[in-house]
């Protein structure tokens, strides 16, 4: 029982336009919800985060939007880059679960040039 | 500046062997853990390390032991392998208070095939 979903497993789109990756939860009790970038043969890598106070956060190309009502929160690339190419992973976390890391099934993206 | 580094980097092992996956990490982290990543699964947590000499079982622990007696490192043992064992290992670390959202750091893993 996956407690955080991505339920796109890969997304492809063109440089220059626009990723959206999505990702669900079911644990209200999630109160952070981070974003990690991982390329092959790497460890994953810390993208952005959010707090559950916020609706979004910005930074450079990266922003993530907090839907709390509908335990929906999403990444957006603008504009995507060929280096943007690599699976991205959501993930929770919050006080109630141990601040312990919760992580998606990942969604792989490739930015087509 | 190291990070996290894991060894070795690929393993092949055979059903019922053992062997220790090593982690260090050079920031003085106190928070540490283990995890696996399979296809469609994300990243699930084996174990996981508050500070030296604590440590307690994630969400897959079975068929795992780890010890924490420094705040540097946290190996991971497999005492007998098993195929469903086959996965792609990361260890990674973060500070002491670990508040939600705290940034995690991983190493570059550990690819571990089972025959």
């Known amino acids: 029982d996956q407690q955080v979903k991505q339920n796109s497993p890969s997304l492809s789109v063109q440089e220059g336009r626009i990723s959206i990756l999505n990702c669900d939860y079911t644990n209200s009790m999630f109160d952070y919800f981070l974003w990690y970038k991982k390329y092959p043969a790497e460890g994953p890598t810390f993208l952005i985060s959010?707090?559950?106070?916020?609706d979004k956060n910005e930074d450079g190309r990266f922003t993530v939007f907090l839907n709390k009502s509908a335990k929906h929160l999403s990444l957006h690339i603008v504009p995507s880059q060929p280096g943007d190419s690599a699976v991205y992973f959501c993930a929770a976390s919050g006080k109630a679960a141990g601040n312990k890391l919760t992580f998606g099934g990942g969604t792989r993206v490739l930015v087509k040039p | 500046n190291a990070g996290v580094t894991q060894t070795p980097k690929f393993q092949v092992l055979k059903t019922g062997q053992s062997m220790t996956l090593q982690c260090a990490q050079d920031m003085n982290h106190e928070y540490m853990s283990w995890y696996r990543q399979d296809p469609g699964m994300g990243l699930r947590l084996i174990h996981y390390s508050v500070g030296a000499g604590i440590t307690d079982q994630g969400e897959v622990p079975n068929g795992y032991n780890v010890s924490r007696s420094t705040t540097e490192d946290f190996p991971l043992r497999l005492l007998s392998a098993a195929p469903s064992q086959t996965s792609v290992y990361f260890c990674?670390?973060?500070?002491?208070?670990?508040?939600?959202?705290?940034?995690?750091?991983f190493g570059q893993g550990t690819r571990l095939t089972v025959v």
């Open positions: 990674a670390s973060s500070s002491q208070d670990n508040t939600p959202g705290t940034e995690a750091f």
């Open positions: 959010i707090s559950s106070i916020k």
